[in-house]
């Protein structure tokens, strides 16, 4: 299994962005993906997680109401709309994947390469 995460840069404050990961080498629909993020000199966190089949999309408290997880099967693709982005929002983004349920970063099997967001003041 191969992800390759793009879509990260450098906005302003209450700014927006879009993250997207495509998922190489398995069958994608029956892989459960999540998003963590690390900020400089921190562990890194999980931010939010998906489903199989794309319903029920779970969050981190920090990102609950701002950012949204999302799938498409058809492009093997694993979507995270970053809305209404703070300084603290500022991280390297690591889209995973993992058959079972993904909740701490000890969970996933597969890994991305990581998209650095910054958020200015």
């Known amino acids: 299994v191969q992800l390759q995460a793009s879509g990260g840069g450098l906005v302003q404050a209450g700014a927006s962005l879009r993250l997207s990961c495509v998922f190489s080498?398995?069958?994608?629909?029956?892989?459960?993906m999540g998003w963590f993020r690390q900020a400089p000199g921190k562990e890194r966190e999980f931010v939010a997680g998906?489903?199989?089949?794309?319903?029920?999309?779970y969050y981190a408290d920090s990102v609950k109401g701002r950012f949204t997880v999302s799938r498409d099967n058809a492009k093997n693709t694993v979507y995270l709309q970053l809305n209404t982005l703070k300084p603290e929002d500022t991280a390297v983004y690591y889209c995973?994947?993992?058959?079972?349920?993904?909740?701490?970063?000890?969970?996933?099997?597969?890994w991305g390469q990581g998209t650095q967001v910054t958020v200015s003041s």
């Open positions: 080498g398995g069958a994608f629909s029956t892989y459960v």
């Open positions: 995973a994947a993992d058959t079972d349920v993904i909740i701490g970063p000890t969970d996933p099997k597969y």
């Open positions: 998906v489903s199989w089949s794309g319903a029920n999309p």
